[in-house]
């Protein structure tokens, strides 16, 4: 069965600085994705970033990064220059073969001046 | 930039009631999903559908729901009489052949 795993239910970080949100995975899927997304209190759901199980580089988008190590099963995001407007849930997630997202419990970050 | 939008914002009911929760997903996407999110807990995938049939459906997907696209452009889910816990925020989500999918606003379920 898949499953994420994020163990941080909340995270502090000063404005201007980096964070990593930790993501775990497991599957027995071949070929798979992985995703994160922010939720701020208004509650939609953004789309960040996306890191496929092939490839070879990880994934980046601005200020967000991927760190993918497959042996490892981890796929942590990293948010560089931190932003007050960071302040948000966010959420990894996978997909294997089937067309579902699979989501962890989310990680509670807070921007602090 | 296309979004995925979705009405109402805010929907309550009476327990028993039938809902039908509307999206319209960005125009040149393929792929539809619904998934539903309790207050405080993890996103949780509904269904899937492509191609004018259901693709994939969870276990919480039961014969309460279903879903339809009944024109080009809207995509509906529906709950057939509504239990108190089916109050959570309703996300649809829509992707094309690139595994992104994108989400909409949500609806958020009040079932009293």
């Known amino acids: 069965a898949q499953k994420i795993t994020q163990t941080q239910p909340g995270m502090f970080v000063q404005e201007k600085e980096a964070v990593t949100l930790d993501c775990t995975y497991d599957?027995?899927?071949?070929?798979?994705?992985l995703f994160w997304y922010k939720q701020p209190s208004s509650g939609e759901m953004i789309f960040l970033i996306y890191q496929g199980s092939y490839d070879e580089q990880n994934a980046t988008e601005g200020r967000y990064s991927l760190n993918f190590q497959k042996a490892r099963k981890s796929a942590n995001l990293v948010i560089s220059a931190s932003q007050l407007g960071d302040s948000a849930m966010y959420f990894c997630a996978m997909k294997g073969w089937t067309d579902k997202l699979i989501f962890g419990t989310g990680t509670r970050l807070q921007v602090f001046p | 930039e296309p979004e995925v939008t979705q009405t109402p914002s805010h929907q309550v009911t009476q327990m028993g009631q039938e809902v039908i929760l509307r999206c319209v997903p960005i125009?040149?996407?393929?792929?539809f999903y619904w998934y539903r999110q309790i207050l405080g807990q993890k996103v949780e995938f509904l269904v899937s559908f492509y191609n004018n049939e259901i693709s994939e459906k969870s276990e919480i997907f039961d014969d309460q729901f279903s879903v339809e696209r009944p024109d080009g452009s809207n995509f509906t889910l529906k709950i057939r009489s509504t239990k108190l816990e089916d109050s959570a925020m309703y996300f649809c989500?829509?992707?094309?052949?690139?595994?992104?999918?994108?989400f909409g606003p949500g609806t958020r379920l009040t079932v009293l």
């Open positions: 599957t027995s899927d071949q070929s798979y994705g």
């Open positions: 125009s040149n996407h393929l792929y």
């Open positions: 989500a829509s992707s094309e052949v690139i595994p992104e999918q994108f």
